[in-house]
């Protein structure tokens, strides 16, 4: 028995990576791609590189490890047989909360010597629509395959 729970809980945090890492990338690709689309001018993306580019790095490499973290958590919430929903929730809280604090901390670090609170508009509203988003999205869907992985094996 105790077996299976570790195979569950790898294949856990592998459904967590599959379906978050290569979503995830794409979308922070695509959000910080949009200031150039829309506007057609590098400038802005020059700017925000100058400000947030540490940043950015350090919210990747904190994203690919707080999958990991969140993927296990959302194993034990539903083997404690919390709501999906609600597992889902704590699943996108965790990741966000991961990435978003990294993110605003090298923004603070990186750019002290200047008013930098402002800086942190950004990170917080991004926080809260990520939150509100991935819980209903691709949170639901990672809890969704962990819960349908927990029972296939279960059943076996």
């Known amino acids: 028995m105790e077996r299976l729970r570790k195979k569950i809980l790898l294949e856990s945090i592998l459904i967590s990576y599959l379906i978050g890492l290569p979503i995830g990338l794409i979308t922070i690709l695509i959000v910080f791609s949009i200031p150039v689309t829309i506007t057609g001018d590098g400038i802005i993306t020059i700017l925000i590189i100058e400000i947030y580019g540490k940043a950015i790095i350090g919210l990747i490499l904190s994203f690919i490890i707080a999958l990991g973290f969140a993927g296990r958590n959302a194993y034990e919430n539903l083997l404690n047989e919390n709501t999906l929903i609600k597992t889902s929730f704590k699943y996108s809280l965790k990741v966000n909360l991961i990435?978003?604090?990294?993110?605003?901390?090298?923004?603070?670090?990186?750019?002290?010597?200047?008013?930098?609170?402002?800086?942190?508009?950004?990170?917080?509203?991004?926080?809260?629509?990520?939150?509100l988003l991935t819980t209903y999205t691709i949170g639901l869907l990672i809890?969704?395959?962990?819960?349908?992985?927990?029972?296939?094996?279960?059943?076996?």
């Open 143 to 156: 809890c969704f395959m962990i819960k349908k992985k927990i029972r296939l094996l279960i059943n076996d």
């Open 99 to 131: 990435i978003w604090s990294v993110f605003m901390i090298i923004t603070l670090f990186d750019n002290f010597k200047i008013e930098s609170l402002s800086y942190l508009i950004f990170p917080i509203i991004a926080f809260i629509i990520c939150v």
